[in-house]
């Protein structure tokens, strides 16, 4: 009967966490759009408008895993516009990704037939955790499981089922937000929450 009850209680946990998620979700799209609010833009308008909207639409075909020459040659000319770049400077506000005025700069060298990633190339690309990802490794004839979860509020109610047997944390803090906001809050600055975090998980 206790089984029954816990394993009722968790399934209610587990819904209500569901929709809180999806809540938090439609919040971030509405937020997305609320931040140009924010802003004004000193750079003429986007004149690149056909390439902005072939960019939008644009759907990456998982089998050849590569752009077309078309979809490279619209990124070329958008990174090319001022107010492109004036966006990119206001990241803080806009959240674009640091990492993509490197990759933006790099398009020569990607859309070639023959390119491999380079190292720094990797440890550029930022992969959003929205779940758990574990792996395994073998150190001096010991297994070394880690198990990476994702930061971002709507995730760390995930973590409680990760604690157990847990012989190390390692907390890994963005220096580069300490101008950013969150993004499921507008009023709270993302170096703070961080801070706030890690003083909870000690």
Known sequence: QQQKQKKATESKTEEAGAEEEEEED???????????DQITLQS????AVAEAKLVMDYEYDKHTKRLDDAMFAAIKTLWSEAVVKEIYELRNITKVETSSAYFWDRLDAIQAPDYLPEPQDILMCRVVTTNLSEQKFVMQEEVIHIIDIGGQRSQRRKWIHCFEYVVAVIFISSLSCYDEVLDENNNINSMTDQLELFEEIV
Do not use: G, Q
């Open 44 to 47: 003429p308008e986007l004149s």
């Open 26 to 36: 439609d919040r971030e799209t509405k937020d997305e759009l609320l931040i140009y």
